[in-house]
């Protein structure tokens, strides 16, 4: 199995790439980074809009370098030691290269890719140790179209639950921000948002258990490649 996995994390410590998301008010994404010099600092770049990014937006983010603004982009740059307390090094000491890195609002979210669900919850294991606000936004089976046996099928969802889940998730109620509301979503499936909130409370609950083993209180989003 291979599955496509966003880890993210709402308290990532001193991360630069979300204190700078945060003060700016901005979605900061495609992170450059693991440049390696002599001295094994790892220098990494991001891009912020420029009108959203002058040096009173980003003030206080320590060791944060304004490099050049060119068109309508400010590039920002800072430098790291490779060190157990960041992010992206943890995932990558358990699970290999991240392929993502970006930023909402102070949340760090880092894609990934892994081989079965124990790799899953190893990271996730491995980060709250270190952070707190710790989930899975995301996990897609790469191999969903291939394979009749995917176990990630196996949930125990009725097909109410499934059809709930499925509908929500096609309108972006799961996105963020969301395509849709709950309101919106009920109205499609022609139910109350009582019965929504109903279904999809059983149904987040056992995919839940069954990616992450995880009790129902954690804030773990979970969002697969479903098929019809």
């Known amino acids: 199995m291979a599955l496509a996995v966003e880890f993210a994390v709402a308290s990532p410590g001193s991360c630069p790439v979300a204190q700078a998301s945060e003060r700016a008010g901005e979605r900061v994404s495609g992170v450059s980074r693991a440049s390696i010099r002599g001295d094994e600092s790892i220098t990494e770049e991001f891009r912020l809009p420029a009108d959203a990014a002058g040096e009173s937006s980003v003030d206080g983010v320590e060791g944060l370098e304004s490099v050049a603004t060119t068109g309508s982009e400010t590039l920002y740059r800072f430098e790291r030691d490779p060190v157990n307390d960041c992010v992206c090094e943890i995932i990558e000491q358990v699970v290999g290269p991240a392929t993502d890195v970006r930023a909402e609002d102070g949340t760090l979210v880092v894609t990934a890719?892994?081989?079965?669900?124990?790799?899953?919850?190893a990271v996730v294991e491995r980060l709250r140790e270190p952070f707190d606000g710790v989930g899975v936004r995301r996990l897609t089976n790469l191999e969903a179209d291939d394979r009749d046996d995917d176990p990630l099928d196996d949930d125990g969802l009725t097909d109410r639950q499934r059809e709930v889940v499925q509908t929500a998730y096609d309108m972006g109620y799961f996105e963020y921000p969301k395509g849709a509301n709950a309101g919106e979503v009920a109205d499609a499936?022609?139910?109350?948002?009582?019965?929504?909130?109903?279904?999809?409370?059983?149904?987040?609950?056992?995919?839940?258990?069954?990616?992450l083993a995880v009790d129902s209180g954690d804030a773990v989003t979970r969002t697969a490649r479903a098929r019809p």
Do not use: P, Q
């Open 189 to 211: 499936l022609d139910i109350s948002r009582s019965t929504f909130a109903e279904h999809l409370a059983a149904a987040t609950g056992k995919l839940f258990g069954a990616v």
């Open 113 to 121: 890719h892994v081989e079965d669900l124990d790799a899953v919850r």
